[in-house]
């Protein structure tokens, strides 16, 4: 019934097995990828026809985790899965970017990719083999794909490189890369680094390059026995004539419109050239009017380029190598914890750092369980940032992707949990934008976490690199523009400290670039990077030693585990009264690390010395601040150290002789009292009366000592003990232990006291 092909390999010490054949037989091209116990399957469709009046390429690239992959049951009402996550929406974008410049220009039929991953093993990673499967569904389903591409996940572990690694060794190791090539270029990176150089970072990527090569193979030798008949792409029109027509009716004016280096003066002068070029169209054929839309951005394109491999000179006139004017300010807004405004030419961002509690820690539920993320980056861009009107709500894929780049950028310096107990939250408003406002945001939020005094290793700067490349002539440039990045090849972006990067982000709109071009292109980065560095310490250097006065406190203490539910107490009635009482938010883990937070200090105090006084052992002559709590007749009972009650006997109130404790306290008033005696039992007898009740301090016994008993000399002698006497000769008094009982034998069996076995506990002979 089936007509299933597979193709498996050995691939980083796993086998990676693609099977066709048997699932999503409707599809263009379905592929069923398995690593390990991983399974991913992606199916290609594609429209037979093109939308009238289409002018692009209509890609479409869904992500989806299925919770029962896991074994897991979805959260929330609905129970099942609904929009997609962050994750998935980061995903679908990493599958996405690498495969969309492989179709031929054109081409403007829909597709439609959706990879489901169907089996989770919590060790190999389903976003690698879904990219995988969706390169090898592409493949075989026919559709002009200039593919296939491999893809490949690369760790640093103890200065070696690991393919595919597990979620353990990258988190012990200092980074986790995927790269995305064909079997000749790499065409996408992205990454996440603990400050690694530049030498150790490209020889990751050509390690991932040279294992992306043997998926290619696997996938060319799965569609050699199941790929479909290659589609037949329509001749292209020849459009010489309408393009030699536009370039003498506008190629001057272009040319003098990427000379000027206002932004918004050449948008407005290319929207001239435009018209001019649409008017001398508006007789034309529809088809005739797109082709020269087509062509009139083929002309600007070679306009531009031109410029830069023949004179160096860009749209802006700097140099290839050239960083446009860097202006920082910090503490830019009086109310948050850290706020930071970051210019860098026609590129702006407002960057705010706030601080929280553990209960402001973000809750994410995936395949690998529940988990909680404490640091957060989240990226805006709203239509007024590049001058126009459009929607303006929640954030898009583009926004939750720059986002995520900027979180990567940030995420190594930063301070463990233990030195730094708070949550952070980012923002990065866009107020301005042409050029990388993702790498603004790496530079914006390192300064505002610097202002908030987030004590981050380093400060971390992000640069935005270009490519120019016509055959082997190539340009690589530095902090490129928006039109730099539309009408050039490649957007690079690089961040990291002093030390070295901690993200690295490639997008290729050719068939790949090679070593020489991509270790130019990091060499250039650096010396970019130590610039924007430079323009950023004038601001601020360093982070700040104290708190904003807005931000809540935190202080950690730790206690013995065993301490744990005296300080929660029934029900969490002993905690909720902390809170209740100091105002402080008090948390508490099963390893007895307690977190107090406030922004006020006295209430971190105050709960501070509440939690101390339930886990503390009172120690006797230390004096306590403590509060009566009950009045008895012979003295009163005091609650000290929050969680402990002593006595105060009548006596120990004061020196002179007191009637009634009533005379001297009442229930609720503070005192202070020393501890005088704890019992074996642990029941704690205290003293008001040496300790002066204004300042605490200690106070001489001024009260003469007790004069010793005299002796009361031998008792008489009260004859034979009578039978049926219950009193016990041998506990209270008289020498009963001294006169002969007989044996113990003889006692048991009814001797003199009676039967044993009848005879209460505490009348039996036994000492026991």
Known sequence: MFNTKTVSIEWGGKTLTLETGKVARQADGAVIATLGETVVLCAVTAAKKVKEGQDFFPLTVNYQEKYSAAGRIPGGFFKRERGATEKETLVSRLIDRPIRPLF???????????????SYDGENEPDVLAMVASSAAMTLSGVPFMGPIGCARVGYVNGEYILNPTDEQVAEGDLDLVVAATYDAVMMVESEANELSEEVMLGAVLFAHDACREVVKAIVKLAEQAAKEPWDMPAQADLGAAKDKLKKLIGKDIAAAYKLTDKSARANALNEARSTAKDAFADATPQDQMAAQKLMKKLEAEIVRGAILKDGKRIDGRTTTQIRPIVSETHFLPRAHGSALFTRGETQTIATCTLGTKDAEQMIDGLGGLRYENFMLHYNFPPYSVGEV??????????????????????????????????????????????????????????????????????????????????????????????????????????????????????????????????????????????????????????????SAHAPRIETITIDKSKIRDIIGTGGKVIREIVATTGAKVDIDDEGIIKISSSDPAQIDAAKAWILGIVEEPEIGKIYNGKVVNIVDFGAFVNFMGGKDGLVHVSEMKNERVEKPTDVVSEGQD????????????????????????????LEDTRPAREPREPRGDRPDRGPRRDGDRRRSGGGGGGGRDRDRGPRQERSEGGEGGNADHMPAFLKGDDD
């Open 104 to 118: 031929p220009e054109g081409f403007y039929n829909e597709i439609n990719c959706i990879a489901q991953v169907l």
């Open 390 to 547: 459009g929607r303006f709500g929640a954030p898009g894929r583009r926004e939750i992707g720059h986002g995520k780049l900027a979180w990567r950028a940030l995420h190594p310096v930063l301070p463990t949990k233990e030195d730094f107990p708070y949550t952070i939250r980012l923002t990065s408003d866009i107020t301005e934008s042409n050029g990388s406002s993702s790498m603004a945001s790496v530079c914006g939020g390192s300064l505002a976490m610097m202002d908030a005094g987030v004590p981050i290793k380093r400060p971390v700067s992000g640069i935005a690199m270009g490519l120019i490349l016509e055959g082997k002539d190539f340009a690589i440039l530095s902090d490129i523009l928006g039109d730099e990045d539309h009408l050039g090849d490649m957007d690079f972006k690089v961040a990291g400290t002093s030390e070295g990067i901690t993200t690295m982000q490639m997008d290729i709109k050719i068939a790949g670039i090679t070593k020489e071009i991509f270790e130019k292109a990091l060499a250039q980065a650096k010396e970019g990077r130590a610039h924007i560095l430079g323009e950023m310490s004038k601001a601020l250097g360093e982070a700040r030693t104290e708190l």
């Open 671 to 698: 005192v202070k009292v020393k501890v005088l005696e704890i019992d074996n039992r642990g029941k704690v007898r205290l003293s008001m009366r040496v300790v002066d009740q204004e300042t605490g301090e200690e």
